[in-house]
Every structure is written in structure tokens, then in C-alpha cells.
């Protein structure tokens, strides 16, 4: 978690200079069109090879089949690179006739401008993705620590491309920026992966274990795409929309993920391979205890967060991204938008934790199921508010689609491993709430104080800085009158983790493009 903040930090000071340079202009609005078809295919490809792979790899090395496990691991890298290969061409080439439709509303100007910087970011899909692959392979082994890496790679490269290139290249040095970063993630990776000394430049078709992957990977692969078809309908239903909202529901969005990419995730990452070898062991009541207590530790974050991110919304916008040509009015829109993301950051935590259980479990075709219902009611709801809510629709649709999914989920969940704790797990969420509900009133009353801060960026980091420690503190002060669990248990994991240096599995499954 501690390298996943430092990497989150990083790419939340990406988004600052991102707002600094281009802030909520057409510009910016372009680029996030662009760069949707690459981001699709990132989420698609990720999340499918890391669910598809890593439990039949980990079933392989668990049994002892090591060598086996490696030939099947490199057959689909192998492949992989291949068949993305084409896709990216493919991708290059069909360019004026698919991006069209994702930004409908652009005029033709800015319409040919973002054809162009999809071509330009194409290729780096099949770098982002054999990435994937990999990070799949070493979390396996629980090797965690070269994941850590790839959001800093992206991060810095993207960082740099837009400081030193900005004045040249314009938005363009963002594009830039982003393609060589993403290129960077795989290469940060790949000395980890070669000193395994294991990979082989072979494609073997016959292996059992790729029938075995594809008849996993076909399911996921189809509710990634339609889970990611939710990205594709806010940025196709946007596009409509005056310029700058975009970018301001993209901003807001990154806002909200902060702390599902810092813990949540990072909670995933661990339990993921947990979950699939006590599966392989058949050991069902070991994955209902590891699922209940990612669960108890996401609430712990996110519950808390949601309550921060709705009071705090304009001084946390204003404090991280006004400044440069992000001005007042970017600030305004941002955070009218951020408390309408916030309301689904739970089930957007939980979520991560439940599919990687149903995955673990080699369960498919449900999780699938429920990816298309959520977008469909996502699809519905926004069509529905449009045109009253504008953005506020598409980000409040979002949220709804995200809870159904994430109610679904837990159901699923509980068939699968038959032994769920619900008075544990609701009792922890019941004592969560109260605590935050404190925290959410300590912080109403402290912004109804009307406090005066200045413009310097030192006064409005002191106040939002010393906003949200008093209301942490009142949070804390009540979990621990309420005897809250989860607050040991994450004070002892970290003590654990110096006593024992045990290695923190960072991850960032959220996009790292837009």
C-alpha cells in the first residue's frame, strides 16, 4: 500500500501539471476521446489475462508443475504480442472510422485532431498489455514489488513529456508523454520477469492449460469489454456536452479513485492469489475468511472517504488543480460534479475485491452476467438523466450501476463459498457508519464556520490539511470508542509487515492512460 501511494501521489500530481497546462479546455476534452479506445482495451486485456492467468498458473506451480506452468505462462505472452500487433494496426488504420462515433459531438476541427492522437497512443496497447501478462506471472510468485514500478514509470514519463515539451508540442506532449509511458511500465517490469530465468520463445497450442484459460478467458473478456463500455458511453454521451465537461468528469473521477487505488486494490492484489490457492486446495471456509475481511478492510477506507470527498469536494479541487489555466469557473464544475462520483466508491472498492473472488473461485459466466446488467441500467440512466442532470447524470448513473453490481456480486459471492459471516461483516459496516457519520458532521461544521482562506496555496493546503485531520481524528475517536476491528487490524498488518519485512503488494488496476 505504501508503494501504491507513492505511485497514486505521483499520478494525482500527473493530473495537477495535466490541469496546469490544458486544465478543462477542448484540448483536454480531445485527448480523453482519443484515448478511450486504448483505455478500453487496456481494462479489457488486463483484467482478463490477470483473472484468466493467474489462477491457472498458480494451480500448476501449486502442484508442482512448474516447468509446465511456464511454458503455458510464455505461450501466452507470445501470442499475446501477436495478436495485439495486428489489433494496433487494425486500430491505426480504422481510426477515421470508429473514433467519429465515440466523440459524435466534436466538430470536424477538433474531430480530425483527435483521430490523430488516437493513432499516436494505438501502438502502445501492446506494451500496456504484455505489462499485464507480466504482472500476472510475478504475483503469481508473489513478487509484488515490480508492479510497484509501473505506475511510477508512467507517471514520471508522462510528467516530464509535458513539462519539458508543453511549449513545442502542445497537448501533444501529453500524447507523447502517455504512449512512452505506458511503454515504460512494461519495461520496468521485464528485468523481474527475466531473472525468474524461466520464460520460452515457444507457442504451444496443445498445452491443456490454454483450453483451459480460454474457456475462462471468453466469459471475461466479454464483462470486461462490457464493463468497459461504461467509459466508452460517458465519453460518447459527454461529448454533447459544452466543452470542459470532459475533463471535469475526469478530474472528479480521479478524485474519487484516489483511495480505491491506494487500498483497495492493493487489499485485491494480496488476496487475489490467496483466494486462488486456497481454492486449489479446496479450501472454501479459508476463501470466505479472506473475502469477509478485504471486504471489512475496503468499508474501513471507503465508507470514511465518501463522506470526505462530498463535504470537502471545492477545496479539495481547488487546493490539488487550480492553478495555470485551471481557474475558478474548472474549479466550480469540477466539484459540482465530485460528491455525484463519490456515492459509488464503496461498491467500486468491493467490486474489485468480489469478482477476484468469483475468478479465484473459476467462476465466469455469472460475474459476466452481472457486468452487462449494471451497464445496461448504467446506459439507461444516463439516457434518462441527460438531458436534466447533464454530467451529474452520467456520474450519478455510474454509481447507481456500480451499487446493483456490487449487491449482485456479494450474492453470487455467498453461493460460491457458502459460509459467509454476514453479522461479522455487517456489524463491522454498521459500527463503520456511525463513525463516519461523526466524521461527516465534524466536517459540515467546520465548513459552515465559513472559515476565509486566501489564495496562496500554502493557506488552502494548511485548511484542507487541517480539515481533514480533525475529522480523521474524530473518525478514529469514535472507531475506537466503538471497539472497530479493522482499526487493529491495519495498525498490526503495518507493524507486521517492518517486524517480519514482508513484501507490500502495490497495484493499480485503474487505466493509467485517461
Known amino acids: 500500500m505504501a508503494a501504491t501511494f507513492g505511485s497514486t501521489v505521483l499520478g494525482f500530481f500527473r493530473e495537477v ?19 478511450t479506445i486504448p483505455t478500453i482495451l487496456f481494462g479489457v486485456f488486463n483484467g482478463a489475462l490477470l483473472s484468466a492467468l493467474v489462477p491457472t498458473f498458480s494451480e500448476y506451480i501449486t502442484h508442482g508443475r512448474e516447468e509446465e506452468a ?9 501470442l499475446l504480442a501477436i495478436v495485439l500487433t495486428v489489433c494496433a494496426v ?15 459531438g466534436f466538430p470536424a476541427p477538433q474531430m480530425g485532431v483527435a483521430i490523430h492522437m488516437t493513432r499516436t497512443l494505438m501502438p502502445s496497447i501492446v506494451a500496456v498489455s504484455l505489462s499485464g501478462v507480466l504482472t500476472a506471472m510475478l504475483n503469481a510468485y508473489h513478487r509484488f514489488r515490480a508492479a510497484a514500478l509501473t505506475g511510477i514509470a508512467i507517471n514520471v514519463v ?33 528485468p523481474s520477469f527475466l531473472r525468474l530465468g524461466k520464460y520460452r520463445f515457444v507457442i504451444d497450442l496443445k498445452h491443456p492449460g490454454i483450453k483451459q484459460i480460454g474457456i475462462l478467458l471468453g466469459p471475461i473478456v466479454i464483462g470486461g469489454a462490457a464493463g468497459q463500455l461504461a467509459l466508452f458511453f460517458d465519453r460518447f454521451f459527454a461529448s454533447t456536452l459544452a466543452p470542459g465537461y470532459i475533463a471535469g468528469i475526469n478530474y472528479a473521477t480521479k478524485l474519487v479513485n484516489f483511495p480505491q487505488q491506494i487500498f483497495a486494490a492493493a ?32 468499508n474501513f477506507i471507503t465508507i470514511p472517504s465518501v463522506c470526505a470527498l462530498i463535504v470537502l469536494a471545492y477545496p479539495m479541487v481547488q487546493t490539488l488543480f487550480e492553478r495555470g ?10 466539484a459540482s460534479l465530485l460528491p455525484f462520483s463519490a456515492i459509488g466508491l464503496v461498491a467500486l472498492a468491493a467490486n474489485v475485491v468480489l469478482t477476484r473472488c468469483c475468478f479465484a473461485c473459476r467462476e465466469t459466466a455469472a460475474p459476466v452476467a452481472i457486468s452487462v446488467i449494471s451497464v445496461l441500467m448504467n446506459v439507461v440512466l444516463s439516457m434518462l438523466w441527460l438531458p436534466s442532470l447533464g454530467a451529474r447524470g452520467l456520474l450519478l448513473a455510474n454509481s447507481l450501476s456500480q451499487i446493483l453490481q456490487a449487491l449482485l456480486l456479494l450474492l453470487l459471492v455467498t ?40 489564495a496562496s496555496l500554502a493557506s488552502r493546503v494548511w485548511y484542507l490539511v487541517g480539515t481533514i485531520a480533525i475529522g480523521g481524528a474524530v473518525f478514529l475517536a469514535v472507531a475506537r470508542a466503538l471497539g472497530i476491528e479493522e482499526l487493529d487490524l491495519a495498525w498490526n498488518t503495518i507493524i507486521a509487515k517492518f517486524e517480519k519485512h514482508l513484501i507490500a503488494p502495490p497495484e493499480n488496476r485503474d487505466a493509467p492512460i485517461a
Open 415 to 454: 453461493r460460491l463459498v457458502r459460509s459467509i459471516a454476514w453479522g461479522e461483516l455487517w456489524s463491522s459496516t454498521l459500527k463503520i457508519v456511525v463513525a463516519s457519520a461523526a466524521m461527516f458532521a465534524a466536517l459540515h461544521w467546520i465548513e459552515a464556520l465559513g472559515v476565509s482562506v486566501d
Open 70 to 78: 511456464w511454458r503455458l505462462g510464455s505461450t501466452v505472452l507470445n
Open 17 to 35: 501539471v495535466n490541469a496546469r497546462y490544458y486544465g478543462t479546455q477542448w484540448e483536454m476534452d480531445t485527448f480523453l476521446a482519443a484515448a
Open 158 to 190: 508522462t510528467i516530464g513529456f509535458v513539462v519539458v515539451l508543453n511549449h513545442h508540442y502542445g497537448i501533444f506532449a501529453l500524447v507523447f508523454g502517455t504512449a512512452w509511458g505506458l511503454v515504460a511500465q512494461f519495461l520496468v517490469q521485464l
Open 325 to 334: 489555466t485551471f481557474g475558478p469557473a474548472a474549479t466550480q464544475l469540477t
Open 267 to 298: 487489499i485485491a492484489t494480496v488476496i487475489f492469489p490467496l483466494l486462488a490457492a486456497q481454492f486449489a486446495r479446496d479450501n472454501r471456509r479459508g476463501v470466505a475468511r479472506s473475502v469477509v475481511t478485504g471486504l471489512r478492510l475496503v
Open 90 to 104: 487494425l486500430g491505426y488504420i480504422f481510426a477515421p472510422w470508429y473514433v467519429p462515433f465515440i466523440a459524435h
